[in-house]
């Protein structure tokens, strides 16, 4: 049980890290271009976690990368 809860600490981690890698490097000037920066990288992983999950349960890996970006949407929504 330990061993799982560390490995899903660590990827939760690692997922939530991924639309805030571009602000590490943000400028007031450049706002604009890192929220789009990060908007692309929250939609490229979200269809890539999708597009796996999907392979790796079902076989419709398009079905689920698309549900995944759903998902990504509304959670969003949700937050603003």
Do not use: D, H
Not at 28 to 54: C, D, E, K, R
């Amino acid at each position: 049980p330990w061993g799982s809860a560390f490995s899903s600490f660590l990827m939760f981690s690692v997922g939530a890290a991924i639309p805030l890698i571009p602000w590490f490097f943000a400028s007031t000037s450049t706002i604009a271009l890192f929220i789009q920066i990060s908007l692309g990288l929250s939609v490229i992983a979200a269809l890539g976690i999708g597009a796996y999950l999907g392979i790796n349960t079902s076989g419709k890996w398009l079905r689920s990368a698309l549900r995944q970006l759903l998902v990504l949407i509304l959670a969003a929504g949700a937050t603003y």
